[in-house]
């Protein structure tokens, strides 16, 4: 079983290692979703390659008949859709013929851009929007992906061709620069932990260290937009564009680990925090603002203007899983379940080849009107990040899923599967997130003692687990339950993570939201739709809080899902009312949708 993309230095900070051996039942919902992932989203973005010009734009410095198409990144789409094949470990032809076209317009230097070898832009001249280096730590995680996968390093040999030319142009004594657009700095990092070189982890720290100079350019946008405003390490409040602050914050946080600086990984922490705590959505989405694609203030969490890019929410699980690495905390795995369960499983359609951009908690009856909020998912975006980037997340979710330490393995996200580590092949099944109810099947163990830690979510108010059919005392610490003992083959543990809907009420800053609940089952956020509901308007509808609410499973709806049904009034009228998966919104008809019901 190949490694995932994140495997820290056994040298670095580090709490947790990541078990790359795990296979998802493509009955359980996240196999489900990498099936649909690797049969459909896969071919589809590689068809969309084609169609947007992407590939085109590639081709082009071979054949300059081929017309030029925007945007200036548009390689980064190339890069993760070959990332993605990479971790699903398929569409091998697209991936050579792919690696052929790289290898083949590099520069011999190394250098690789077709917006600025196309003639459109002079190299490396406007690192503020340029995203000359952003498209260099896709390429390079594209060739990790491969080359662990399937152990050919020919798209990684065209990647690190690249970063040592940076590291050349911009190394310890070079040139000081900070990209506009961080993303290059994780890729690096992987990139040293995949060779050994130590050059890669330099230019990262450097990175790291040269931000918050003042070394890019204002003109377009405020120093805060690309966190150039002050230095990273005396960073106390997330700010600005929400992709660019948590690729950064996910290299700064490798950077820490493999360097030791565990001041730096304080730091990071604290970030995560004031994110976590001030600025996420109840969806795991983050940036609220619309303008600079931005985080707002602490508590600007507005529903209806929520802009919560989908690419934000991928960055900001792949920043928690790097602090879980590093820590071994419950909070991170906690926020990779929201975000993963509600804000990303809402930007795809079921059938994995439509995506949202924006993903709001509110559209109004009378939001249909463009500009709005969108109410569709689309096949494809003008500014294609998110759709590539899914497809990447999805083909490796494997992989940030369980740890092992020196006392055994910790499971943090619960599926359907098998999971191997050193002698121990567990069984998982569970209809989670359906269900809360997960067992685990000792299938092999070593004969010495070890330990199995479940997670405990902070939504389950109570756990209980079973050895063999034996109560165990379960009282979590931190959001953990440890199990030690000796176990034999043919063992189980039944874990039971109790899920009555719940009513959450938002905190009383959020002001957008106030008078307002929400209504979660499990790790589920749940909304309303206007197509359930014929009571007018929409709006007006309010939620009894103490009625009853009652969980009506549907095989039949959605591809599957678990209705609420609950109780509330119009004006003065008792009406029924239908609470859907927030992640399940818009796929029937076209209508308004609301997270925060008044109450
Ligand atoms: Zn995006």
Not at 86 to 109: K, N
Not at 323 to 349: F, H, M, P, Q, V
Not at 508 to 534: N, T
Request: net charge negative; hydrophobic share 40%.
């Amino acid at each position: 079983m190949t490694n995932g993309p994140v495997v820290p230095t056994r040298a670095a900070v580090q709490a947790r290692h990541p078990i790359s051996d795990v296979r998802f039942d493509e009955a359980g919902l996240l196999g489900s979703w990498q099936r649909v992932n690797a049969d459909q989203t896969i071919p589809h973005c590689i068809a969309q390659l084609e169609q947007s010009g992407a590939l085109g734009n590639l081709w082009r410095l071979r054949d300059r008949a081929i017309a030029r198409r925007p945007p200036r990144f548009s390689d980064s789409d190339l890069y993760k859709t070959l990332e993605a094949c990479g971790w699903a470990d398929t569409a091998p032809e697209f991936v050579t013929a792919s690696t052929d076209l790289l290898a083949c317009v590099q520069e011999p230097d190394g250098y690789l851009n077709s917006w600025v070898q196309g003639g459109d832009a002079d190299r490396f001249t406007d690192f503020a929007h340029g995203h000359e280096m952003y498209c260099a730590g896709h390429l390079i995680q594209a060739g990790i992906a491969d080359a662990r996968t399937t152990g050919d390093t020919r798209l990684l040999g065209i990647g690190r061709r690249f970063a040592d030319l940076l590291c050349e142009l911009f190394g310890e004594r070079k040139r000081d620069i900070v990209p506009g657009h961080p993303e290059v700095e994780t890729a690096l990092v992987e990139l040293y932990r995949q060779t050994g070189a130590g050059r890669y982890l330099e230019l990262a720290k450097r990175f790291i260290d040269l931000r918050g100079r003042g070394l890019l350019d204002t003109t377009v946008t405020p120093a805060e937009y690309f966190q150039d405003h002050r230095p990273v390490r005396d960073t106390t409040s997330i700010t600005g564009h929400a992709v660019r602050a948590t690729y950064l914050a996910a290299g700064a946080t490798d950077v820490a680990v493999e360097t030791g600086d565990v001041g730096l990984l304080a730091v990071m922490e604290r970030l995560w925090a004031d994110m976590a705590t001030t600025k996420t959505y109840l969806t795991g989405g983050i940036g609220s603002r619309q303008d600079g694609e931005a985080f707002g203030d602490a508590y600007e969490l507005p529903p209806d203007r929520a802009y919560c890019e989908t690419c934000a929410g991928i960055a900001s699980i792949m920043w928690s899983w790097r602090l879980l690495l590093a820590t071994g905390k419950a909070c991170y795995a906690d926020l990779i379940e929201r975000t993963l369960l509600n804000c990303l499983a809402a930007a795809t359609s079921p059938d994995g080849r439509a995506y949202f951009y924006v993903n709001p908690l509110q559209v109004r009856s009378a939001g249909f009107a463009a500009p709005g909020p969108p109410v569709r998912r689309e096949p494809w975006h003008g500014c294609a990040c998110c759709p590539p980037n899914i497809a990447r997340l999805r083909a490796a979710l494997h992989h940030y899923v369980a740890t092992f330490d020196g006392s055994g393995v910790q499971v943090h996200q619960y599926f359907a599967g098998t999971l191997r580590h050193d002698g121990i092949r567990l069984v998982l099944d569970t209809r989670y997130p359906w269900d809360g109810t997960v067992t685990f099947a000792v299938r092999d163990t070593p004969p010495s003692a070890w330990t199995l830690t479940l997670r405990v979510p902070a939504w389950c108010a109570a756990a209980t687990v079973r050895v063999n059919g034996a109560p165990l005392p379960a009282t979590p610490t931190q959001g953990q339950l440890a199990i030690d003992r000796i176990w034999h083959v043919g063992d189980t543990v039944e874990l039971v993570l109790d899920m009555p809907p719940r009513i959450t009420r938002p905190h009383p800053r959020v002001d957008a939201v106030r008078g307002c609940v929400a209504v979660e089952r499990g790790p589920l956020v749940y909304c309303l739709e206007e197509v359930d509901h014929a009571a007018r308007p929409f709006e007006d509808i309010v939620l009894d809080t103490a009625g009853p609410a009652r969980t009506v499973e549907r095989p039949d709806l959605l591809g599957g899902t678990t209705l609420l049904a609950l109780r509330g009034r119009l004006n003065a009228d008792p009406i029924d009312i239908t609470a859907v998966p927030y992640f399940q919104w818009a796929n029937r008809e076209a209508g308004a949708m609301r997270v925060w019901i008044p109450a």
